[in-house]
């Protein structure tokens, strides 16, 4: 096949209008970062590909790709940007007061198996803030993530939040072993209530029938107060308990600031247990099946690269955003119109291209037109 | 904020009567017209559900995407698929098995004089994922329908295909080495849907969960 025409797989090209609305998105994004002071970084394209691994695990490590240095390293296109991040505070930044805010935005690169339709080149949006260990940190990434979706346009967005110490909680209560723990994390991912109940019923035969349906309705029924309160009447220990306590505390603030509406409880989400340490949320908008973004506290991830540090963050894919901004929200006039018409320079060589130096002096849209 | 109707993909074929007829128990009913047409895209009477017919495998994509809220389709399908989608329900109709099978003269027998078996499959990743966990090294041949044809003229060594009743293999002189695993119809859904359209999605599931449990 010609390499004229072939395109590899999971690369994208992008042009005309896309263009336009992509970077329209980026722009109001990083716009509303600096809002609430994240600072920008720029990070490199490749690092060691280690850092990756001491950053994400060896697992995801193994999904990027590889290349050798000069001298022989092992370098990676970065797979994500947050052990980026990490590695840079951890070092970098160890005199900074805290918290440190940081927003970027950027393509990382991640072959997945196995969906051969996926993409490889993902462009990532996001935020981390760094060093506050506290629900105050916790509630303001999850209302920059609000302000970005309504700043949109993208009315009806749904932000699902969860906390990994609910799953962790009731699998210590259970003292599954790791095959069976995996085992429970499927079943309940997979939302399946009446297999979920089984499988209780057989690994977990000291909790009382009540409690055990309780559970396995519980992963069908994301919600709202009404899924704290369910999760509270079949709590089962102390680390989910605390879980669903500081999600309560969450709520009870969102809910104050007017926009339980557009966030969810959803206990069943399991996503992400190996890195997150606390909350976790994704982010839904209607038109769009998949998620268009989310994130979690990951108090542990800082600690690979220097001295441990509570740390919170999240990311939206751009293409997510984008997808959903054209198919969910009127396009912003900017776009439509792109300004005024350009002016047309014609006629002779020399006065034409100075007509347009003098109307580009005004910052005037021109567009040359001279035949030769 | 969207409808809160749902858009339900069906595998065309027997899996849709099924489906529908279970459908029809929970109270959800599709006029016989709607059916006898050549719609690909038809309503429940009262309006809250439509039902997309599409190819079996291609029902988790439609879900996957969003573009359908939920459906019905075998568990064989969402294996070979590893679409990212929500499994809640075991439907318990449409029962059958994968299974790998070869002609009854070399059961038991070591695949071929090749350290490589030759497996022919419309299931390439059920049976790579089969095979690479028991070690055994195979060349998957992609096929789209009457695999039972490819041992018997020397394609394949073994193949790995749906079975219900096994006649088909068995009037072909073809064996059941090995079950891989049991299928059902299983009511998926979008992970998006499962939030955007809770209550529906949520009515759907107990609707259905109802009936399973009547029967």
């Not at chain 2, 018997?152 to 695993?181: A, F, M, P």
Request: net charge negative; with cysteine.
């Amino acid at each position: 096949m010609s390499s004229l025409t072939k395109i590899p797989a999971g690369v994208q090209y992008f042009f005309d209008e896309e263009v336009k609305l992509r970077r329209h998105v980026e722009r109001r994004a990083m716009e509303i970062f600096a809002g609430w002071s994240y600072d920008e970084i720029i990070l490199p394209m490749f690092d060691y590909h280690d850092l990756f691994a001491r950053g994400m695990g060896d697992e995801k490590a193994e999904r990027t790709y590889r290349f050798v240095d000069r001298d022989g390293a092992l370098l990676a296109l970065r797979p994500e940007l947050t052990s980026l991040v990490a590695r840079t505070v951890a070092t970098r930044f160890k005199r900074k007061p805290r918290p440190v805010r940081l927003c970027y935005s950027g393509e990382v690169f991640r072959y997945d198996e196995p969906t051969e339709r996926a993409a490889r080149e993902f462009y990532q949006l996001g935020v981390e803030h760094i060093g506050q260990p506290d629900i105050v940190a916790d509630i303001e990434v999850l209302l920059v993530a609000a302000e970005v979706l309504s700043s949109l346009g993208l009315r009806g967005f749904r932000i699902a939040l969860s906390h990994v110490d609910f799953f962790n909680g009731v699998a210590d209560f259970l003292t599954l072993d790791a095959g069976r723990r995996a085992e429970l994390r499927e079943l309940i991912d997979r939302r399946n209530s009446l297999a979920l109940d089984r499988f209780l019923q057989a690994h977990a035969a000291q909790i009382e029938p009540a409690r055990r349906a309780g559970f396995s309705r519980l992963i069908q029924l994301a919600g709202k107060e009404d899924a704290i309160q369910r999760a509270r009447e079949i709590l089962l220990n102390q680390r989910s308990r605390e879980a669903i306590d500081h999600l309560a505390r969450i709520y009870a603030t969102l809910t104050e600031l007017g926009l339980a509406e557009n966030f969810d409880i959803d206990l069943g989400d399991t996503g992400g247990l190996e890195y997150y340490t606390g909350l976790t949320f994704k982010v839904y908008v209607p038109h769009w099946g998949v998620e268009i973004g989310g994130g979690g506290r990951y108090d542990n991830l800082i600690g690979n690269f220097g001295e441990a540090e509570p740390a919170v963050g999240f990311s939206f894919a751009l293409d997510g955003l984008v997808g959903a901004v054209a198919r969910n929200a009127s396009p912003p006039p900017e776009l439509g119109a792109n300004g005024a018409p350009p002016v047309s320079c014609e006629g002779d060589l020399a006065n034409a291209f100075r007509q347009a130096r003098g109307l580009r002096e005004q910052e005037k849209r021109v567009k040359i037109r001279v035949q030769q | 904020m969207s409808s809160n109707k749902l858009t339900i993909a069906l595998s065309k074929g027997r899996m849709q009567e099924d489906a529908l007829a279970m459908f029809a128990r929970a109270g959800i009913v599709v006029d016989e017209s709607e059916l006898n047409s050549r719609k690909l895209i038809i309503d429940s009477r009262d309006g809250q559900y439509s039902f997309v017919l599409v190819k079996p495998g291609d029902v988790p994509t439609y879900v996957e995407y969003g573009v359908a809220d939920a459906g019905i389709c075998g568990h064989d399908v969402l294996l070979e698929s590893c679409a990212g989608v929500h499994e809640p329900l075991d439907l318990k109709f449409g029962r059958c098995r994968i299974a790998v099978a070869a002609r009854r003269e070399v059961v038991g027998k070591p695949y071929n004089l090749l350290a490589t078996v030759r497996v022919a499959t419309k299931y390439p990743r059920i049976a790579t994922q089969y095979f690479h966990a028991k070690g055994v090294p195979i060349e998957v041949i992609n096929l789209s329908g009457s695999v039972e044809l490819a041992p018997l003229l020397g394609l394949s060594d073994r193949i790995v295909d749906l079975v219900e009743t096994g006649r088909t293999l068995k009037e072909n002189g073809l064996e059941v080495i090995e079950e891989i695993t049991e299928s059902t119809a299983r009511l998926i859904v979008n992970r998006a849907s499962f939030h955007l359209k809770r209550d529906a999605v949520r009515a759907l599931i107990s609707q259905l969960t109802e009936i399973l449990e009547k029967e």
